[in-house]
Every structure is written in structure tokens, then in C-alpha cells.
């Protein structure tokens, strides 16, 4: 019958700890020695993701320069249809941003006439009260609130210095 732990001596329970720890060491090793390689191939990934979002940042900066790029201003007064989220946008820095507020589900633009607030939903409603004299922002505060893709950080940004791109189709907002 085996033994328990209780039932051991002190100079036994040293004698099998000793022997484990020495069966360990070479999985221990192995393990050090794989955590190495996935941390080698981990940082690899990072660096060509920076080097991929550089390149994206760079790529939307060319098309801002060559003016391939319509602004929010552009967008709201042509009259458009459809909802914002079939639009990527970003700041005249390349940085990819949100309209409206951080974590909402959809993209909305406030607008104000001086005392009243209103949420547009989609190009035409933001047309529309553009149309009637309604300017981006809330009383006191113009512009677009924004906030940066996958941040809580906010920032009012004009209207024309903001640049949307019609997303691809497939993609994820």
C-alpha cells in the first residue's frame, strides 16, 4: 500500500521532493526554451503590424495630399444617403477615428442651432439640418466629436479636417 504524506518522514518527503524537482528540470528547460521561440515570433508580428499601420497611415496622408479624400463637410452638405458607418474616417494626420461618441454602436454627428442639440444618424438626416442652418457641434462648442478607434480618447475636430473614405465591402468597422 502506498504511503500518504502524513505517514513520511521528513528525510523521505526531502528525498522525493529533491527527486522531482530533478525530473523537472529538463521540462522546465524545454519550456523556457519554447517560451523563447513564440516571444521571438510574437515580437516579429508586432513589428510587421507597426510597419503594416505605418504604411495604412502613410497610404491616407497620399490621398489626403492628391485630395482623393471627401471631408465630413464635403459628405454632409453633397446631400448623401446612407448611414455613417459605411465610411472609415480619419484626421488629416492619417489616425483612424469615430464619429460620435466613444463605445456607442453607431456613428452620429451633433449639431446645434444655438440652443438645441440634435443627433444625425446618416448623411441625410445631417443634410437636412445642415440644410436648415444647424451647425456641427452642441451651444458653444463646434465641431465633430471623434474619438480615436479603440480608445475612449475624445477630441472636437472641424468638420473639414476630417476625411471619410467609403469602407471596402466586407470589412469591419
Known sequence: MAEGPGELSPEEIDRRVAALREQMRPLEQGLAEVRAERDLLL?????????????????VRAALRAG?????AELVAGG???????????????GAVRLG??????????????RQVAQARGLRQAAELYAAGWEAGVPGRPGLRVHFTGTRQEKLAAPDEVFARLRPEGSNP
Open 80 to 94: 448623401g444617403e446612407g448611414s455613417f458607418d459605411e465610411y472609415d474616417y480619419n484626421l488629416k494626420t492619417g
Open 101 to 114: 461618441f466613444p463605445g456607442a454602436r453607431t456613428q452620429t454627428v451633433a449639431f446645434t442651432d444655438g
Open 43 to 59: 515580437t516579429e508580428l508586432r513589428r510587421r503590424q507597426r510597419l503594416a499601420h505605418k504604411d495604412r497611415r502613410a497610404g
Open 68 to 72: 482623393e479624400l471627401a471631408t465630413v
